[in-house]
């Protein structure tokens, strides 16, 4: 996934659910969404670290 793909990946998916009232969602059909929505985050959160050098890849870091 490139970079701007994750981010328009996140911004529709925010605004799929912003459009829908939960109210007339099925509980099971909003669970789905809220856990795509976390992983779409976290993938995200992960491409930022490892383009600003957070984290090196792998998750281990380096101390000095």
Do not use: C, F
């Not at 998916?13 to 779409?40: F, K, M, N, Y």
């Amino acid at each position: 996934m490139r970079w701007e793909g994750g981010m328009s990946e996140l911004v529709t998916a925010i605004d799929h659910l912003a459009a829908e009232d939960p109210s007339e969602l099925p509980r099971g059909l909003l669970a789905e969404q809220l856990v795509e929505l976390h992983w779409q985050m976290a993938r995200l959160q992960a491409q930022i670290a490892r383009r600003t050098s957070v984290r090196p890849p792998g998750g281990e870091r380096e101390y000095n």
